[in-house]
């Protein structure tokens, strides 16, 4: 067998060396390595004095069922072409992962491409995920523009406006100080907030540039409303560019999991571009389950058998929901419903709408009444993630 190789922490040269590298792998350059030089952690694999594989690490929080919980939030990984196909991609995941968990994440987040690799590791991906594209004539027709106030730029109170806004999913990234400005940096992104200031109930990102032939190409990038009043208003207000922009594109996941254009459109005829998934996988059951938001009204108290993270065994516990606070204990006895880690995942994400499609992804459950009440403790709040690193 080929010797390990090592894994480190890089310095300030491995940071240049791997974003040379990166480039390569990718075939262009990958901006966050350096724009999230000081918020991220970064590990590399090293041979013969040479730097063969890498990639970032952030400890951020993202929320579910309304609370954030500590997330390790996995990007911008990369092995050299020449390296590829000898598993460095696995050990260097769990060093990247190693840190992360020492400081406190219980879960474990990333877009990949690579989705039947981490599948494997234990990551699974909640729902699908789409780009949307409408013609702006389309959207000028169907919403009409409100008397509903539309400032430029952003403010303290648009940026607490999404923090609310993003309670209300499972999945957001409770967004530190720094992001706007990376954000904005990275896409050149142009900001409008609506509503009566100081307080918007909207929030809207967009990012232009110049059309080949004629006019621009515009993509939202954020789209946060608190009602259908001021969801109404966005969607007039980008219809609002039909003379310069023919279609308006919503970037994947941007455009968030609810019906204003299958209920508005006088002729359904968006488009949507299937994207690679996030994926999520639990480091820290017990935690990840303490830390989570419950609802209020719900009391269940369901044995399940959950594959365990270390060693692919079966582990038998005792999940308990009650006054909005959950909590799971090793147990001797028999579980009512297994799931694999994967499977853990989508529940804990909420991504299994009903007991029949749990059912359908191969949950299995002696008793149909223990998987309804599990699946009810995770649909009160639906899944979806629009920050991307």
Known sequence: MPDPVPIMKADQTLWQEYNELATRAYGHPVGDITRLHNHADLHVAVRGGRVIAGGLGLLLHQFFGGAPVPSAIISAGAVAPEERGGHLASSLLTERLRPLRERGAVISTVWSTSNGHLRRL???APVPVYAWSIAAEDLKRAFTRSEIAIEHGRTQEGEE???????????????????PTWLDDKRELTTYRFGPPPAPTGLLSIATK???????????HDFWAADAETVSAMMAFLGSHHTRAPAIHFRRSALPPYPALLHHLNRYRPTAEAWHPW??????????????????????????????????????????????????????????????RGQLAVWYAG?????AAADLAGVAARSEGALAQLIRATTDVEPWLPDHI
Do not use: F
């Not at 110049?210 to 939202?220: F, N």
């Not at 999940?319 to 090793?330: D, H, Q, Y």
């Open 210 to 220: 110049r059309h080949p032939r004629h006019g621009m190409e515009l993509t939202v």
């Open 351 to 355: 991504g299994y709408r009903t007991a």
């Open 279 to 340: 994926m999520l996988r639990i480091l820290n059951l017990p935690e990840a389950v303490r830390l989570r938001g419950w609802p209020a009204d719900l009391e269940i108290s369901v044995p399940v058998e959950i594959e365990s993270d270390a060693d692919g065994t079966w582990q038998s516990y005792l999940l308990e929901v009650k006054n909005g606070t959950g909590r799971i204990t090793a147990t001797p006895h028999q579980g009512d419903v297994r799931l694999t």
């Open 122 to 124: 234990g990551w699974q």
């Open 161 to 179: 406006l999404q923090r609310r806004l993003a309670r209300q999913w499972n999945g957001p990234v409770l967004r530190p100080d720094w992001w």
